[in-house]
């Protein structure tokens, strides 16, 4: 026992701790590593205050989040250019959170997030990401966008949001009861900074739009002496790690949402690690993207976070790409990323603060619209109805209702869609091999879906005294499917018909037996061996020579007719 236990460990260590090979090259390409790092730290810059105030959070939040997530999801993660820390699909889980039960259950929920991701790192559910349909991830990401979008309302009209559960509801609300003469002023910041941010990439594509632009519109605030809220003061510290206060009295309400943010968590970073490794082109053997340990370190990252005061963090697929983009080889780079952030919280939170809210809903806006890849949407919605359904299905459950029940939704409809494909393709012929021998051939999935309507039309010749049913092609078979082909020989022989089977995979025998079919052969020989010869044939040529020769089930059910 203490082996097993032994080698367990060793399993886990091997699969999800640091290695020598995730800094591999290191001594070549840490300058190229010192630069990605430095352009990913400034772009998050803004990104992490704006997702920590559009959270409800604060912005400090989100400056712990990308420090803290961003250093143990670098360290201990699975991917090699990942980016982590606030994201704005989990601000969308977060607001109702923090309306409901306040600030400090945040750091709870963010607590048992994480060991649950920890727990799916260690059982090994790292690869079931792959089973996400690609319309269900443009949809979730088009529905994100929108709800960030709108999330931005009140800073870009400079009015309190009004209150409610539903983002649309909320900007609609905000927008109609602002007061546009103090959201004049506003709107202007906004649109400042969506132009630099438009415009910065024509001039010079390594220029940080979104910080340019907030140091602009914040110099503007300050010399034109506008009225426009602002972030406030910050702390010029790292909070010290702390587990006081929490809400433990709400903790089965919280099993819920912990749940939620863990799915959330686990799904996005996944896919924005996928993305990653394929943007990062080919790699030495050895240093591709990791599942479970991407989920462990993401699961750790966001326990962390928690216990400094931060949000639960995930992999943060824009800012990954623009590491990627930036020439990161090694996790240096989003460890430096947060060094920076870092920087930013001891030396220059007095200036932080003086960041007007408006500016930051500027990046987020942006942000949100560069989320949605056109082409992509154009793609999925012409590419099929089923594919557009769950487009369409996901991006307005995740507007209307929730990002889990709507990635729920997507899936399930999926699955009914591949399933209906799957019995479509499904077939069953008939044909007259000579007189009163007939072939039956299944072709495709003999399962649940299918099973109903394979059989149902079949036309079986007047005067045929044996059936061979040939199974070769049947790829898939289920209980169902094997029900109602035990249902089928039943019939059959009470009307007077042998049945014999051909080509049975091996695979398949079980089932058969099991389910009644290989009973419903072997009655009328009283045979007990489900591989006999005389009722499941390898030859097509066998099988009718025997049953030119084999009495009829009418003829074995009467000996006096013999």
């Given amino acids: 026992m203490t082996g097993v236990v032994s080698r367990h460990w060793q399993s886990i260590g091997r699969t999800c701790l640091p290695r020598r090979t995730d800094y591999f090259g290191l001594t070549r390409t840490w ?37 803290i997530a961003g250093v143990l999801a670098a360290v201990f993660g699975g991917s ?12 969308v889980v977060l607001v109702p959170i923090v309306s409901e039960f306040g600030r400090n259950a945040v750091i709870l929920v963010g607590i048992l997030a994480g060991l649950m991701v920890i727990v799916m790192a260690l059982t090994h559910l790292g690869k079931l990401v792959a ?13 994100i966008a929108t709800i960030i979008f709108l999330q931005q309302v009140p800073s870009a009209v400079n009015s309190p949001a ?36 438009f415009i910065s990439p024509k001039i ?26 602002l972030i406030g003061a910050l702390p010029t510290s790292l909070a010290a790690p702390s587990l006081s206060g929490l809400p433990l009295q709400e903790l089965g309400s919280l099993i819920g949402p912990a749940l939620a943010v863990a799915v959330l968590c686990a799904i996005e970073s996944l896919l924005s690690a996928r993305v990653a490794d394929q943007m990062g082109g080919r790699v030495p053997k050895g240093l591709a993207w990791e599942p479970d340990r991407e989920l462990f370190g993401q699961g750790l990252a966001t326990v962390g976070s928690a216990i400094f005061g931060g949000m639960p963090a995930t992999g943060a697929i ?78 307005v459950c995740t507007l209307a209702f929730d990002l889990i029940l709507a990635v729920e939704a997507g899936l399930v409809l999926a699955a009914f869609f591949a399933l209906r494909q799957m019995a479509s393709r499904s077939t069953s012929e008939v044909t007259e091999l000579e ?37 070769k092609d049947v790829q898939v078979l ?6 109602q082909m035990a249902d089928l020989i039943s019939n059959l022989r009470s009307r007077g018909v042998l049945v014999l089977l051909k080509g049975v995979q091996d695979r398949h025998h079980h089932q058969l037996a099991v389910l009644g079919v290989i009973a419903a052969i072997n009655e009328p020989y009283g045979w007990e061996d489900p591989k006999s010869v005389g009722h499941v044939f390898g030859d097509l040529d066998e099988a009718i020579a025997f049953a030119r020769e084999a009495p009829s089930a009418t003829e074995l059910s009467n000996p006096e007719l013999l």
Avoid: C
Avoid at 131 to 143: D, N
Avoid at 435 to 452: C, E, H, T
Avoid at 478 to 483: I, K, P, V
């Fill in 31 to 67: 300058r190229l590593d010192l630069v990605a790092g430095l352009t990913v730290g400034i772009v998050a810059l803004p990104l992490a205050l704006g997702f920590g105030v559009t959270s409800g959070l604060g912005a400090a939040a989100g400056l712990v989040t990308a420090v």
């Fill in 80 to 91: 090699r250019f990942q980016v982590s820390g606030p994201t704005g699909a989990m601000t």
């Fill in 204 to 229: 010079h594509p390594r220029i940080p739009g979104s910080l340019v632009g907030v140091v602009v519109a914040t110099v503007l605030v300050i010399v034109a002496g506008l009225d426009i809220s």
């Fill in 435 to 471: 007189p009163g021998i007939v072939s039956l051939k299944v072709d495709g999935s003999l399962f649940f879906a299918a099973a109903p309507t394979i059989f149902a039309d079949l036309a079986i010749p007047d005067g045929t005294r044996a059936v061979i049913v040939r199974l």
């Fill in 162 to 197: 009004f209150e409610t559960d539903n983002t649309l509801w909320m900007a609609i609300q905000t927008a109609v009861h602002a007061d546009w003469s103090a959201a004049v002023p506003s709107l202007g910041i906004v649109a400042i900074v969506i132009a630099v941010m």
């Fill in 478 to 483: 289920d209980a169902s499917g094997a029900a």
């Fill in 318 to 395: 824009a800012r990954t790409a623009v590491n990627v983009r930036a020439g990161a080889q090694t996790r240096l780079a989003a460890i430096i990323h947060a060094v920076i952030l870092l920087g930013v919280v001891y030396f220059a939170a007095p200036l932080v603060g003086l960041i007007p809210l408006a500016a930051l809903a500027g990046v987020l806006i942006m942000t949100s619209i560069r989320m949605v890849e056109r082409h992509a949407a154009r793609s999925v919605l012409r590419s099929s109805h089923s594919d557009a359904a769950l487009f369409v299905l996901t991006a």
């Fill in 131 to 143: 089973y996400v349909p690609w319309p269900v991830v443009e949809g979730f990401t088009l529905g």
